[in-house]
């Protein structure tokens, strides 16, 4: 594994170069929500899809910057979560009780914002441009965020997938690259490995599970 300086300079090198891409990613995101508030039904599937798709754009971008760790480890995750997302029941979306609404929704946030890695430090550049889709902790951090205030998607396995993926990332940024805001990741991570178990969450398929 690569030095932690050389870590940060590849992760700010990302955050710089591919800053119109971080836009774009924005606008999905923004899309999104303005979806699911506005009533439009999403489907399970379709929105385990779309959750998984960022995490190809994180690794894609890590294999052309020289970090194949990161490049083997968001391919092999967004692959597992592609994989259940087609699996889920074709059930609209619904929103989770407000123990996991509320830091689903921070998380969110701190994923559009995230605070580090851009040249420009004006606050408006991290409205627009935050490496959202570029790098892995404010990826999976608004990744966490949807499942969280989207019950878990009803799947125990996709909240431990993600859940798994964020504590190692945020423990990694926040201890070893020394980023401490993303400490914030590690602990929302840690919310979604207790919704994997929450029976409110994933009531209906243990119920069917037991038929």
Not at 57 to 73: E, K, M, T, Y
Request: overall charge positive; charged content about 10%; proline content about 5%.
């Amino acid at each position: 594994m690569p030095a932690p300086q050389d870590i940060l300079a590849g992760l700010q090198s990302i955050a710089n170069d591919w800053s119109l891409l971080a836009i774009l990613w924005h606008g999905y995101f923004a899309a999104l929500m303005l979806g699911l508030v506005f009533g439009l039904h999403l489907k399970e599937r379709i929105v385990g899809v779309l959750l998984a798709i960022p995490l190809f754009s994180v690794s894609a971008l890590a294999w052309i910057h020289g970090n194949p760790f990161n490049g083997i480890l968001f391919t092999v995750t967004g692959v597992v979560l592609l994989g259940m997302a087609v699996r889920l029941q074709g059930e609209s979306v619904g929103i989770s009780p407000m123990r996991f609404t509320i830091p689903g929704a921070f998380l969110i946030v701190f994923g559009w914002f995230y605070p580090h890695f851009l040249n420009d430090t004006a606050l408006v550049a991290y409205l627009y441009s935050a490496p959202t889709g570029l790098v892995p902790c404010p990826t999976l951090s608004i990744v966490i965020g949807f499942t969280l205030m989207l019950r878990g998607l009803r799947s125990r396995a996709w909240c431990s997938v993600l859940s798994v993926a964020g504590v190692f990332y945020g423990a990694f940024g926040a201890g070893r690259l020394g980023v401490t805001i993303d400490w914030i990741l590690f602990f929302g991570a840690l919310v979604a490995a207790y919704a994997a178990f929450s029976s409110q969450l994933i009531r209906r398929c243990n119920g069917e599970a037991a038929r």
